[in-house]
């Protein structure tokens, strides 16, 4: 990976010439004038990784009587991460992950009847660094335009999986299911404010340890118990509220604001749900979505600086599907309709906000008919 950053500085550009358009000012005329000049930034550099994964996993499925089911397995892995940095100045670090992990899991099916089950299930998973978390190279953010950087000295974290779910199918195709959940992370990789010279800046570290449990609601149900004419529609959804607690590290190069706070990125609470029609006999059908994040950390701030969040934003979606003729097939989609901004506030000062737009896409498809 190659990443460069340059300055351009400006020489002899007057007052009328900065109010040209972008095209003419950076169109090259300046520039060999000699008016415009470029510069190398100090942020940048070069990066290389190497990445090599083994794996092997086992499996048995017991079944005890009709009405339990065992699964039990392993998978075992050897990793080996090398990843290699050089700053502009020719300053070279390197950071290497060399691990070998038994990653156990076990779940238990239980079937009250012929349409309820009781699941459970513990397991455990790990999350590694991506390369540029690894590489002490920085970068500009494309939004926000803090300094980002790696840490060569982050290592994996692991995570411990439990999960307890009952689920009842009323119909074909319809669930109810509630269920609860837990996990344990050691090490868990936290996106942090960095207090800098000059500016603040943004970096990766591993925090202690973490817990985050919650619960979950689903629902897949037709809307014909309700009325005959409303069978052609079905309603979805799923809320699933979550309470996250972060364990911060002694990790020297930042020194956090708060010491009880949920992880970075971890929101109380997802909405998901939905409407959907199917026509009874053609392939007419629709299909209105609704989804909302909680509020969530964006950046762990330093002190004296809070913590930065993301705000929830709702988003609705909808989808048409019309049949036309002889295996035709109209589909228009609609994306982001309430075009929510995007918003990012630290204590009292937005950060950052935008809005992407609204999406509209016509197509056509045709399936060939014997």
């Known amino acids: 990976m190659d990443s460069r950053a340059f300055d351009i500085i400006n020489l002899l550009l007057d007052e009328a010439d900065r109010a040209s358009p972008a095209e003419r000012i950076f169109g090259g005329a300046y520039a060999e004038q000699g ?4 510069f190398v930034n100090a942020n940048g550099g070069q990066y290389t990784a190497t990445d090599e994964n083994v794996a092997g996993f086992g499996q048995l499925e017991l079944l005890l009587g009709s009405a339990v089911r065992v699964i039990a397995g392993a998978r075992v892995e050897r990793a080996r991460l090398d990843v290699e940095s050089r700053s502009p100045q020719g300053l ?12 156990p899991a076990l779940s238990l099916n239980l079937a009250l009847s012929e349409r309820q089950n009781l699941r459970a299930s513990v397991s455990q998973t790990l999350s590694r660094p991506e390369y540029r978390e690894l590489s002490p190279i920085s970068y500009f953010e494309v939004i926000g335009g803090l300094t980002v950087f790696g840490n060569p000295g982050l290592e994996r974290a692991r995570i411990q999986n439990a999960d307890l779910r009952w689920e009842w199918f009323p119909n074909v195709g319809e669930v109810v299911s509630v269920g609860a959940f837990a996990k344990r992370f050691v090490g868990p990789i936290e996106r942090v404010i960095v207090a800098t010279t000059g500016a603040s800046a943004l970096s990766y570290v591993n925090a202690e340890a973490a817990h985050n449990y919650g619960v979950e609601f689903e629902l897949r149900k037709s809307l014909a118990d309700v009325s005959e004419a409303l069978s052609p529609f079905a309603v979805f959804g799923n809320v699933t509220l979550m309470r996250s607690r972060i364990t911060p590290g002694n990790d020297s ?10 992880m970075v990125g971890q929101a109380e609470y997802v909405v998901n749900a939905g409407l959907g029609y199917t026509h009874p006999w053609s392939d007419l059908s629709g299909t209105l979505l609704y989804n909302v994040v909680g509020p969530r950390i964006a950046e762990a701030g330093v002190q004296p600086l809070p913590d930065t ?10 989808a048409l599907r019309v049949p ?5 097939s109209l589909k228009l989609d609609a994306k982001n309709l309430l075009d929510a901004p995007y918003r990012t506030v630290q204590g009292s000062v937005v950060r950052r906000e935008y809005r992407s737009g609204r999406t509209f896409s016509l197509g056509f498809s045709w399936s060939p008919t014997r």
């Not at 008016?35 to 470029?38: A, G, Q, T």
């Not at 190069?253 to 949920?262: G, W």
């Not at 036309?324 to 035709?328: A, D, E, F, P, S």
């Open 92 to 103: 070279a670090t390197s950071a290497r992950l060399d691990d070998t992990d038994v990653l």
């Open 35 to 38: 008016k415009l000049l470029l």
């Open 324 to 328: 036309l003729l002889r295996g035709v």
């Open 309 to 318: 969040y993301d705000q929830s934003r709702h988003v609705v979606d909808a």
């Open 253 to 262: 190069i930042s020194a956090l604001t708060s010491t009880d706070r949920p």
